[in-house]
C-alpha cells in the first residue's frame, strides 16, 4: 500500500499508464518519461478523479459506503466523483458513461445489476480505466480488474445459525442444543434481487445451514416455496417483502398453524416482514411469540429492534473496513501494481475469476448488539435509544 501522497509512476501496466495520461490531462504518455514501458514520474492524486458508482441511498449501509469511499479517498488528495443511481439501471449506466469519458482514473462500482454494465465495463477497458467491483460482483465481462466485499457465503450460514438459535436448535456455542424442540418448527424464506450475485451466495449459505434440519424434519417450509426465484425480493424493496409476507400468511397460516422464524436477507427486508407479522396479531416482541426474523446490515432502525426484543439477530458488515480495501485496492492499480486478494477462486463472473479481497462478518445478537455495536463505537447508546443516526 502507498504511504506517500505522490504517486510515482513507472513499470509497464495499463493502469499506470492511463494514469499517467489522466494526470498529464492528456499531454501524451510519454512527456515525463512514464508509460508502458517508460521510466517514472511523480504524479499528485488532486490530478486524478475516481468515479465511484452507489446504487440507491434507501439503504442506509450504501450511504455509508460512499461517505467513507469518499472521505478516505479525499484525504488521500484525490478528487471524487460520487453518484448514486437510485436503483435505476440506464441512471447508473448513463452516470458511469460520464465518468469513462471525463477520464476518470479508476472507477469503483457497486452495481444494480451486476450485469448490466458491460457497455461501460468495455469502454473503462478501451480507455485503461481499472475497473473495481465493491461489494456487488460485476458478471458476464473480463473487464473487471479487482472484487472488494464480504464473504457472502459465510454471511448466510451466519444467518441460518442465528436463525437456528433462536429457533432453540442451536444453543448459544451454537452447538447442537440439548434441549432443542423435536420439531416441525414452521419457517418461510427470503432471498434478495436475483440480479444481484451477493444474493445467491447469502441464499447458498443459509440454505446448505438449513437443509440437514430440513431433511430430517426438524424444520418445515409449509409454503413449499424454498427456491431461490420464489423467495426472492426484487430491488431488495422492503415493501415487497412486507407484502409476500402478508400473502404466505393468509394463505398459509390461515387454519393456526404456527410460524416459528422468518429467513430474512438484510435489514430493511426484516423489518418489513416484521410489521407484517405484527399487523396479523404476532408478538409484538420474541418473549410474546413473535417469529425469530434474521437480518443483514445492522441498521440503526433494526439494532434498535433487537435491543427491544423485536428482531432476533442481524449480521454486521463493517463498511469501514470495505472502504478502506477499496481504497488500496484503487491506489496499488495507480500505482501501476496489482492489490492483493485473499481469494482467487470464489468469485467467477462467468467469464472470468476476478481475484478478490473478503472481510470478516459478525453475528449480531441482543446478547452482543452493546460489545459490537456500541463499545465499539460504531453507533451510540443514544442513536440505538432513538433507532435514528
Ligand atoms: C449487500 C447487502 C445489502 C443488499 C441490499 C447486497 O449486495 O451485500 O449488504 O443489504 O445488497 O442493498
Redesign the pocket.
Known amino acids: 500500500m502507498a504511504t506517500r501522497r505522490n504517486f510515482l509512476l513507472g513499470g509497464s501496466s495499463a493502469a499506470a499508464a492511463a494514469l499517467l495520461l489522466a494526470a498529464c490531462g492528456g499531454e501524451g504518455a510519454g512527456s515525463t518519461g512514464g508509460g508502458a514501458g517508460g521510466g517514472g514520474g511523480e504524479v499528485d492524486p488532486a490530478d486524478l478523479t475516481v468515479g465511484v458508482a452507489m446504487?440507491t441511498q434507501t439503504?442506509e449501509?450504501?450511504v455509508a459506503d460512499g461517505n467513507n469511499i469518499k472521505k478516505g479517498l479525499e484525504d488521500k488528495g484525490f478528487t471524487v466523483d460520487m453518484q448514486y443511481a437510485d436503483d435505476d439501471i440506464p441512471t447508473q449506466q448513463q452516470q458511469i458513461d460520464q465518468m469513462v469519458s471525463n477520464g476518470v482514473a479508476a472507477l469503483l462500482i457497486a452495481s444494480i445489476d451486476g450485469a448490466s454494465l458491460s457497455a461501460q465495463l468495455d469502454a473503462a477497458a478501451a480507455a485503461n480505466i481499472p475497473v473495481i467491483a465493491y461489494?456487488?460482483l460485476l458478471t458476464d465481462n473480463e473487464n473487471v480488474s479487482f472484487y472488494v466485499t464480504?464473504d457472502?457465503y459465510k454471511v448466510g450460514v451466519n444467518q441460518a445459525n442465528a436463525l437456528l438459535f433462536g429457533l432453540g436448535l442451536l444453543d448459544e456455542n451454537f452447538e447442537e442444543a440439548a434441549d432443542a424442540p423435536a420439531g416441525p418448527l414452521n419457517i418461510e424464506l427470503f432471498a434478495?434481487s436475483l440480479d444481484?450475485n451477493?444474493a445467491h451466495l447469502f441464499w447458498q449459505g443459509a440454505i446448505d445451514t438449513l437443509t440437514p434440519y430440513i431433511d430430517a424434519g426438524t424444520i418445515a417450509v409449509p409454503s413449499g416455496q424454498m427456491d431461490i426465484e420464489q423467495a426472492a425480493t426484487q430491488r431488495?424493496e422492503q415493501e415487497t417483502a412486507q407484502k409476500r409476507m402478508e400473502n404466505l400468511l393468509t394463505t398459509h397460516y390461515n387454519g393456526g398453524e404456527e410460524l416459528h422464524g422468518v429467513l430474512a436477507p438484510?435489514d430493511p427486508l426484516s423489518r418489513g416482514i416484521i410489521n407484517a407479522l405484527q399487523n396479523a396479531g404476532l408478538g409484538p416482541t420474541l418473549s410474546e411469540g413473535l417469529p425469530v426474523v434474521t437480518g443483514?446490515?445492522a441498521e440503526i432502525a433494526s439494532i434498535k429492534l433487537i435491543a427491544d426484543d423485536v428482531q432476533h439477530s442481524t449480521i454486521f458488515?463493517d463498511t469501514r473496513n470495505l472502504a478502506e480495501q477499496a481504497i488500496v485496492a484503487t491506489e496499488a492499480f495507480l500505482n501501476g501494481s496489482e492489490p492483493e486478494a485473499n481469494d482467487t477462486e470464489t468469485y467467477d463472473n462467468g467469464v472470468k475469476v476476478v481475484p478478490s479481497y473478503l472481510l470478516e462478518v459478525q453475528m449480531v445478537l441482543a446478547s452482543n448488539y452493546e460489545e459490537i455495536m456500541v463499545d465499539s463505537g460504531y453507533y451510540t447508546q443514544e442513536q440505538v435509544d432513538s433507532g435514528q443516526l
Request: proline share 6%; no cysteine; net charge neutral.
Open positions: 446504487p439503504y449501509r450504501w461489494d456487488r464480504f457472502n434478495g444481484d451477493n431488495w438484510a443483514q446490515d458488515k
